[in-house]
């Protein structure tokens, strides 16, 4: 089975699981790995592998609308290189300090390809769930979306033209900014919240198969990073690389009408208005479009990417 097959299973099983991070009186955990083949293509600093691997578990705590206290790292590398090992934890360090949490350690351990395991706690108690959206809500977005896809093309292209300029300009965009901040300023208004790391479009059909809801989203409210443009080949390629590449861990949520206003006033990062949710089709257990079109379940996958 693949990789949503089986989480989809062992939700079926495991109480607590079923959002980006499990909720046990009030203390918020959760685990990622990240992989060298998978998650940092060729040119990824050490430093910029702490940063983003550290932060994809701290993304899940902002998801929850949760103050996130604490990160730690499990480091698998073929060998264990002196700068290297420097380079990663002051990654992982600086990325915690920018959300107000602490790195606090982690394991070493000898593997035949460079491998991260990071789990991240935080705290809450009213965490948001996927599970709360209704129809009529506002969907709505943190931030831009396309900034690793945009990364991930300047790693081929430094790559292609050994360029240091080209390779650090995506080492730079891979090092994307936890929402924290933004997850406990929606929290009090936000109906549902999960963050954008298998992309938009596959973040709003796991938002939607949750909540029992449908979605209707107009792409051309869809926030694309700026760097995007610096990459692609024409506007159904932006379009692509902003809703269907992934890996960008920005907030998707959905709020009341009536709230929007005051979530975007709020919320530390620009925070856009992208669709509505809509009733269920029972006949069309899917029932989410994208212009009026059926919006493809397609996105981010371990194992296939």
């Known amino acids: 089975m693949n990789e949503r097959s089986a989480l989809r299973m062992l939700g079926e099983t495991l109480p607590h699981a079923g959002d980006d991070a499990a909720v046990v009186d009030g203390q918020v955990v959760t685990t990622d790995m990240l992989h060298d083949t998978t998650d940092f293509p060729d040119g990824t600093t050490r430093y910029t592998a702490g940063w983003r691997a550290v ?78 959206a209704e129809p009529g809500d506002a969907i709505c977005v943190t931030g831009d979306l396309g900034r690793s896809a945009a990364g991930f093309r300047f790693f081929q292209r430094g790559q292609t033209e050994e360029s240091a300029e080209l390779l650090e300009r995506a080492n730079e965009l891979f090092r994307f900014p936890p929402r924290v901040a933004a997850g406990e300023a929606l929290a009090p208004v936000a109906s549902s919240m999960m963050d954008s790391s298998d992309g938009l479009a596959r973040s709003l059909h796991q938002l939607a198969e949750a909540s029992g809801c449908g979605v209707d989203v107009d792409s051309t409210l869809v926030p694309i990073h700026a760097a995007v443009d610096d990459v692609a080949t024409d506007a159904a390629d932006r379009l692509e690389l902003g809703a269907f590449f992934g890996e960008d861990f920005e907030l998707v949520c959905t709020i009341p009408t009536e709230d929007v206003e005051a979530a975007t006033a709020a919320c530390p990062v620009p925070l856009t208005q992208i669709g509505e949710v809509t009733e269920a089709d029972r006949e069309d257990a899917q029932s989410l479009t994208m212009d009026g079109e059926p919006l493809p379940d397609r996105g981010y996958t371990h194992g296939e990417n």
């Open 55 to 132: 932060g994809a578990s701290l993304s899940d705590v902002a998801a929850m609308g949760a103050d996130a206290t604490s990160a730690v790292a499990v480091y698998a590398a073929p060998s264990f290189e002196d700068d290297d090992l420097r380079e990663f934890v002051a990654g992982a360090n600086d990325v915690c300090e920018s959300v107000e949490a602490a790195y606090v350690g982690g394991d070493l351990d000898q593997h035949v390809e460079f491998t991260v395991a990071t789990t991240a706690l935080g705290e809450t108690d009213d965490p948001v769930r996927r599970s709360g």
